[in-house]
């Protein structure tokens, strides 16, 4: 175990995961952040799912908490802010990991549902989770939010524009929020994944398309300049984790591209 998150009581939002073969970033991140020191909070709307990271997180003598939250109702944001502060007394990192893209079109195709419910689910969190905890970490005069958004928010997406505006607005957000919150030591950043293979991807892919996963993953490695393989769940963590932690005391409003340079191709 480490210490670089020693004492920290953190929030990960979206840490449960699609059933797959290879780990989802909240999961990773959630058990990264446990192996650091922090008592880990681990929200899902599937309560199984994430009792199941806390089980892993246990099995390597950490600490954490399972709590069904639904995080496009405000109610249910407040409620788990509410209980959060009553067991530990304060929050150091909120980690908004909470994301979709299944239904996303262009716009021709796009159905207004399906742009709602994008929009919810990925950009509405965001604020509602955010809403609750900054004025805890106000109270305390700290505190680290680490958004998860996408390369998507600033590379060419053909057919997922609710997914792509969607991911621009938390970057947006982000850095609005880094902003107005500095003077009462609260830092904000944001990660953007590029390809990476974890189920929600790979799953969703073979799920729609029909496709075998060996060549949904063949097919992916190819477009990542480095080393012409995806990313995994346990990238994005530990990119959290240097966000989260004291190390990155100075840096707030950042947007950083974890994609194996592949954004780096918009010049």
Same mark, same amino acid.
């Given at each position: ?160 524009? =609710?997914?792509?505006?969607? @991911?621009?607005? #938390? ?10 919150? /500095? !003077?009462? +030591? ?21 799920? =729609?398309?029909?496709?075998? @996963?060996?060549? #949904? ?10 080393? /012409? !393989?995806? +990313? ?36």
């Amino acid at each position: 175990m480490g210490n670089r998150l020693k004492d920290k009581v953190a929030i990960i939002a979206g840490a449960g995961q699609t059933p797959g073969d290879t780990i989802g970033n909240g999961r990773a991140t959630a058990i990264v952040f446990a192996r650091e020191g922090a008592r880990c909070v681990c929200v899902d709307r599937r309560l199984d799912s994430a009792q199941d990271t806390c089980t892993m997180i246990e099995k390597e003598g950490g600490e954490a908490i399972a709590m069904e939250t639904d995080v496009t109702r405000a109610a249910d944001c407040k409620r788990l802010a509410e209980a959060c502060v009553r067991k530990f007394g304060r929050i150091d990192i909120l980690h908004n990991n909470v994301g979709i893209g299944a239904g996303d079109a262009g716009v021709t195709h796009l159905e207004e549902t399906a742009w709602d419910r994008i929009f919810t689910t990925n950009l509405k969190s965001v604020y509602l989770m955010c809403r609750e905890v900054i004025p805890v970490m106000r109270r305390q005069g700290a505190g680290s939010i680490v958004n998860i958004s996408s390369i998507a928010a600033i590379c060419a997406m053909n057919g997922m524009l =609710a997914y792509k505006v969607s @991911k621009a607005g #938390v970057n947006s957000i982000t850095h609005q929020m880094a902003m107005a919150n /500095a !003077k009462y +030591g609260i830092r904000v950043n944001a990660i953007m994944p590029g390809l990476m293979d974890t189920p929600m991807a790979i799953e969703g892919i073979v799920q =729609a398309r029909g496709i075998p @996963k060996d060549k #949904v993953r063949a097919a992916r490695d190819a477009q990542v300049p480095l080393g /012409a !393989k995806m +990313g995994t769940g346990w990238d994005i963590a530990y990119a959290a984790l240097f966000l989260a932690s004291d190390e990155a005391r100075f840096i707030t409003g950042v947007v950083l591209p974890v994609d194996g340079g592949q954004s780096g191709r918009i010049g």
